[in-house]
């Protein structure tokens, strides 16, 4: 069993939309989770953090955590073509982040005009 | 600006050829590390490093290799040893006084071998 799970998509809605894109996960020790924006051929780039459960709230983004299903989401308002990119949600290892995150393999979204 | 640099953007090599990709930071971050990322694969860890001169091997070490000399530069060798080394390489950063350990990626080299 994977320990991060992530549908690939691409997942395809209109511009002003809202959209949710999820990670599912085995690890219980899992506390630090992230979600990262990419662009193609480019680095990835930090969105958001949340510690535990709850949600975190940033602009147009919303990051919200459920530790008991193992479940986290990022919801995006009022989506723009620029929001077109691939996200990676990621967590701190079981090391507590010292070796490294754990990497969803990132949705594909496209927000068409 | 604070960043994380790596050079070149595009690398071409042949075959049997070893290869470095260079990363600097001036983050002023204690951790830096290495991944790969093929298309649908995700990012894969290659190495890290904590501390200068120390660092780890990650879950696909085979066939690369680090130093941590100084404490902003981070380069990874890709060696003859590495069966598949075309891919999209990436340098991180983070820092290590806080648990989040979120980290901060440069652009990326693609290394293409043929």
């Known amino acids: 069993q994977k320990e991060v799970e992530q549908d690939p998509g691409p997942l395809s809605v209109p511009e002003g939309a809202i959209v949710s894109l999820n990670c599912t996960y085995s690890n219980s020790a899992f506390q630090y989770f992230m979600w990262y924006r990419q662009y193609s051929r480019k680095g990835p780039e930090l969105l958001m953090y949340t510690y535990s459960s709850g949600n975190k709230e940033d602009g147009r983004f919303t990051a919200q955590v459920d530790k008991s299903s193992k479940y986290i989401s990022l919801f995006i308002r009022d989506s723009q073509p620029s929001d077109s990119a691939t996200y990676l949600c990621?967590?701190?290892?079981?090391?507590?982040?010292?070796?490294?995150?754990?990497f969803g393999k990132g949705t594909h979204l496209i927000i068409q005009p | 600006d604070g960043g994380i640099t790596q050079s070149p953007k595009y690398l071409f090599r042949k075959e049997g050829q070893n290869v470095t990709l260079s990363c600097e930071q001036n983050l002023n971050h204690d951790a830096m590390y290495w991944y790969r990322q093929d298309p649908g694969q995700g990012l894969r860890l290659i190495y890290y490093s904590q501390i200068v001169n120390d660092f780890q091997k990650g879950d696909i070490a085979e066939g690369y290799s680090v130093s941590r000399e100084k404490k902003e530069s981070f380069p990874l060798t890709v060696t003859s040893a590495q069966k598949n080394p075309t891919a999209f390489y990436l340098c991180?950063?983070?820092?290590?006084?806080?648990?989040?350990?979120?980290?901060?990626f440069g652009p990326g080299t693609r290394l293409t071998v043929t």
């Open positions: 991180a950063s983070s820092i290590t006084s806080t648990p989040s350990y979120e980290q901060y």
């Open positions: 990621a967590m701190n290892g079981p090391g507590g982040g010292a070796d490294g995150l754990t």
